[in-house]
């Protein structure tokens, strides 16, 4: 049995594939989290494990003849230096002691060209040492303490050889990696200047082999530098533009200039988008000016280590996006070969069948007789995916120059974006300013705006904001499309990626793959399923009771804050149980509401910015994340079907009376083992996030209409009379009985959806409305606007309940309401948030009336899930006090 660590990550989903074609026997580490499609249909025994647990990677390594030890936190950031560590080098040392204790013949280790020193006016061998005293940053430094582990593991008698990567491009690239990003912009236009440079680039697949070789032939407590070739940017612009059938950029930027644009844009970049990771710095200019080397003589005379070539890894990494439905499929052109280096490879013979190429590019800058420097800038690091470092990160500043440039500096820097050019929907006037866009209408009323901008331009329409081209589609036919694309091309994930740090890395929207994310919510399906829902309508009841037990006989409520509370209670119990609403009583429609004020458009900016409302989601979903990690942690002691796992009323040992908690610990990933705890706690607060205010918020403006139009609470009560018999407790069958109440909601969800705007992220150019819309674009769709088209539903302003009964059914026509989504992303607590408002309601009526104290109750579009503007008081008066 083979370990291999980091298995879904480019190399080392490449590195699986080649180990099962030659036979092997392969255990794959994967972190939770991790993408399922890197290793998916493959007969490979999988492990879930953090390198931070010695135990979990000793459980890991127990039975292996040896190890490939390729995973690692790969970053540019200045920051994470602990995490960073506690990854790479805690890490490798957890793999290289539980490899000693079991016995292990072999490691190899994949260490980064980034640790290794530069020699002045030569190429980089393994002789080079790191100097230490450069601006490096934590990634470099722990991958040169990573090569220090091994060498104390060597010296302690551990066989372990360092196989050394550089820039890695190539097939089977899932995450996808810096260099899968940079040919799939290219691929969809999106990168539209470059500034010339060069590095090392390995194919991947001639990484595996310099890792079989090392296995096989290196030794031990030495390293091997792998690159396949040395590319200018000229050159790769070339490949890319030969695979993808795209003319390469005209652009080609002086670098001296761009690296002063690069610190002029310091200064904004830190203020506006301090977290993103920003790949154009100055320091990443000079890196790419250096055009660092490396001589490969040692692996090459050493392992046998024979490289192939560039052009058909960047042939083969199309291919394979390609048939991933990332990029159009094409006959992709063999890109043509190119002579021999200039270094100790040239001397070499060309290996049989390669298309070993020549490239006379001569250095445009002589070599910098210093370290080259690496971007620095704060961000978070990236996922562990592949061992390489600022190599790739120059590489990235040469090539992306547009619209991702402008996004994060938030400076136009002269060139037009390719997406502006490409959209053909009628455009907005451009009364608005670069950039920003229509910003201040569309956040002080999104719906007013985008509504007054349908009836002058269209039902399809494209403007800016904040950087991004957005393209506005409404109407049936339109939401059919966008919600019926595939997700390869417009990505529901890419679009609320913003919302990562509630649900939390690697988790919901931020899962690996769609696929993943798909896997994670699959028991919240269950959970949610109709043999589910009578225990769940039981809380309901016992939970609006509980609250209006607290009212006064008479009094002002604030309809809204009442409603939020109800729905907290019934959301937690429901989703955690009833032990954690014990235990975080009064202070969670606080926390609720702090994680809930974190979702607004500067998230779509920069998720992580320094501003109070984000700190103040993030302490929440800290402290919710841990009073749910204690709750987990006693559900585990505990035997299964233990009580607090049942919901009140539900018979004893029905899987029906559980909490979606119990559900979640009682799922299995598709290798059998228990989710993991953090994935449990992500999934359930975004549960919590997508559920509680929008059942609140839809609550709340069912009672609003009913106020509004109170010829209809007679009808409402008499319905009850004939379907619920008092005393009786309420469940889904009686509920579903209630049509008018069912139309009433109805028209709540049309007049006044929770959520006004949908959102998709255009991964590959497409149509829509037969208007074409760039990769790369946002589109949008409104429920609050597509609601009140007169084209669709009949005197749209109107509450109409009716306009749902025989003979009329507006809402059926397909797409036309769409307050819960559509397609396969239409929302999965549908049943229950219909459940749950029409709960409230049918106790609300019975227990008191109701009258307004308004004379309007304007919504407030200053959130995402806009309620009637604070504060929604109403008048109340118990009923059993009005008959008495
Ligand atoms: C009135 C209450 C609710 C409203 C208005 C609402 C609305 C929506 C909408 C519009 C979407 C589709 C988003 C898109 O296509 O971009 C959605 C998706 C979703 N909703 Fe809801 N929702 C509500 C309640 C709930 C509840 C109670 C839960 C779970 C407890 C839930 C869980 C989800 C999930 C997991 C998705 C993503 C589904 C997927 O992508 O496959 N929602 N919701």
């Not at 004020?597 to 700190?615: D, E, T």
């Amino acid at each position: 049995m083979i370990l291999v660590t980091g298995a879904s990550g480019h190399l080392g989903a490449n590195l699986v594939r080649r180990l099962l074609a030659d036979g092997q026997d392969v255990r794959a580490l994967v972190r939770p989290g991790s993408p399922a499609g890197a290793l998916a249909g493959l007969a490979v025994h999988r492990t879930v494990g953090d390198l931070r647990d010695p135990a979990a990677v000793a459980a890991a390594v127990e039975g292996c003849e040896s190890v490939y030890h390729c995973a690692a936190r790969v970053s540019t950031a200045a920051r994470g230096h602990r995490e960073i560590h506690a990854v790479n080098v805690l890490g490798t040392r957890n793999v290289l002691e539980a490899a000693r204790q079991h016995g292990v013949s072999r490691v190899v280790v994949t260490g980064s060209f980034s640790a290794t020193g530069q020699a002045p006016g030569r190429a980089g061998t393994e002789r080079d040492l790191h100097y230490p005293f450069g601006p490096h940053t934590p990634y470099t430094r722990s991958k040169v303490l990573v090569e220090h582990e091994c060498c104390k593991a060597a010296a302690q008698g551990l066989e372990v050889v360092v196989a050394v990567s550089t820039a890695i491009i190539g097939p089977h690239d899932y995450v996808p990696s810096r260099m899968g990003r940079v040919l799939l912009d290219f691929a969809h236009g999106r990168l539209l200047a470059y500034i010339p440079g060069g590095f090392e680039f390995v194919s991947v697949q001639d990484l595996v082999q310099g890792h079989l070789l090392a296995m096989e032939r290196g030794l031990s407590g030495h390293k091997y530098l792998l690159s396949t070739e040395f590319c200018t940017v000229d050159r790769m612009m070339d490949l890319y533009a030969q695979v993808t059938g795209r003319p390469k950029p005209r652009l080609r930027m002086p670098a001296p200039a761009m690296e002063t644009l690069a610190r002029l844009a310091e200064g904004p970049r830190s203020v506006l988008t301090p977290h993103r990771e920003a790949r154009f710095t100055p320091a990443a200019v000079r890196f790419l000016r250096s055009e660092r080397r490396a001589d490969c003589t040692l692996s090459r005379e050493v392992l046998g280590y024979r490289p192939t070539s560039i052009a058909t890894a960047v042939e083969q990494a199309y291919r394979c996006f390609a048939d991933r439905g990332l990029v159009e499929r094409r006959g992709v052109a063999t890109p043509a070969p190119r002579p021999a280096g200039r270094r100790g490879r040239e001397a070499e013979p060309e290996p049989e069948g390669s298309a070993m190429a020549t490239e006379p590019t001569e250095p445009t800058e002589p070599t910098e007789p210093t370290e080259p420097t690496e971007p620095t800038e704060p961000t978070e690091p990236t996922e562990p995916t592949e061992p390489t470092g600022g190599l790739e990160t120059g590489l990235e500043t040469g090539l992306e120059t547009g619209l991702e440039t402008g996004l994060e500096t938030g400076l136009e820097t002269g060139l037009e974006t390719g997406n502006r050019k490409a959209i053909t929907a009628p455009r907005l006037p451009d009364r608005h300013l670069p950039w920003l866009g229509p910003l201040p209408a569309f956040h002080r009323d999104p719906v007013a705006m985008l509504r007054a901008a349908r009836e002058r331009v269209g039902d399809t329409f494209a403007f800016p904001l904040l950087g991004q081209e957005v393209v506005f589609a409404c109407g049936p036919e339109a939401h059919a499309e966008v919600f019926e694309a595939d997700e390869a091309i417009l990505s529901q994930r890419e679009a609320y990626r913003f919302m990562a740090p509630i649900f939390g890395s690697g988790i919901g929207f931020d899962a690996a793959t769609p696929e993943e994310m798909d896997a994670q919510i699959a028991p919240m399906r269950s959970a949610l399923g109709s043999r589910n829902l009578d225990a769940y309508v039981r809380t309901m009841e016992a939970e609006v009771r509980a609250r209006t037990a607290h009212w006064p006989a008479q009094g002002e409520i604030d309809l809204l804050a009442e409603l939020n509370r109800i729905t907290v209670a019934i959301t937690t119990c429901s989703l955690i149980g009833e032990e954690f609403h014990r235990r975080m009583g009064p202070e969670l429609p606080r926390l609720y509401r702090e994680l809930e004020s974190g979702i607004r458009l500067a998230g779509m900016l920069s998720p992580k910015a320094p501003i109070p409302a984000f700190r103040r989601r993030d302490r929440a979903r800290a402290a919710i994340a841990e009073a749910i990690g204690e709750v987990i942690a006693e559900r585990r002691r505990r035997p299964p079907g233990g009580e607090s796992a049942v919901l009140p009323g539900s018979s004893a040992g029905a899987t029906g009376g559980q909490d979606m908690l119990a559900v979640l610990l009682a799922a299995r990933t598709p290798d059998g083992d228990p989710m993991p705890d953090h994935i449990v706690t992500g999934i359930l607060i975004g549960m919590i996030v997508a559920g509680q205010l929008s059942s609140a918020v839809l609550a709340t403006w069912t009672g609003v209409l009913l106020l509004r139009h109170p010829d209809y609470v007679p009808l409402l009560r008499a319905e009850q009379e004939e379907t619920w018999a008092p005393g009786s407790p309420l469940g889904t069958r009686t509920l579903r009985r209630m049509e008018l109440l069912d139309n009433c909601v109805r028209e709540a969800e049309r007049l006044h959806p929770p959520l006004i705007l949908l959102m998709r992220k255009a991964l590959s150019d497409t149509t829509i409305r037969g208007h074409h819309v760039p990769a790369g674009s946002l589109v949008m769709i409104s429920p609050a606007v597509a609601h009140r088209m007169p084209e669709v539903f009949a005197h749209p302003d109107r509450f109409d309940p009716s306009r749902y009964g025989t003979g009329r059914a507006e809402h059926r026509r397909p797409y036309a309401l769409i307050g819960f989504g559509g397609g396969k992303h239409r929302c999965i607590g549908v049943a229950f948030a219909y459940l749950q408002v029409k709960t409230v309601w049918s106790v609300l009526l019975r227990e008191a009336d109701f009258r307004p104290t308004r004379s309007a109750y304007p919504p407030d579009y200053s959130t995402f899930v806009p309620a009637p503007a604070a504060p929604c008081t109403v008048r109340y008066r118990k009923r059993s006090t009005t008959s008495s």
